[in-house]
């Protein structure tokens, strides 16, 4: 289930395209739309992480939690 969420968060962070880009002097201001998406994709992008650690986690106690109930039985 994580994993599926997590490709999820992955295709919408890859899906669409950018705006284009505008030079500015110093840093781009909050409200550009260059920014705006690019931070957008890193946010998809980090709960696309988050959520493949999860699963991948929840798979290895998986196999952990297994292999312990076999030996006390």
Do not use: H
């Not at 781009?28 to 986690?57: C, H, Q, T």
């Amino acid at each position: 289930m994580f994993a599926i969420a997590a490709a999820s968060f992955w295709f919408v962070s890859a899906y669409g395209e950018l705006p284009p880009m505008v030079t500015y002097w110093g840093q781009a201001p909050a409200s550009d739309p260059y920014y705006i998406a690019v931070k957008f994709s890193a946010e998809m992008n980090r709960w696309a992480a988050f959520l493949s650690g999860l699963s991948a986690s929840c798979m290895g106690g998986r196999l952990f939690l297994r292999k312990r109930t076999r030996n006390i039985r």
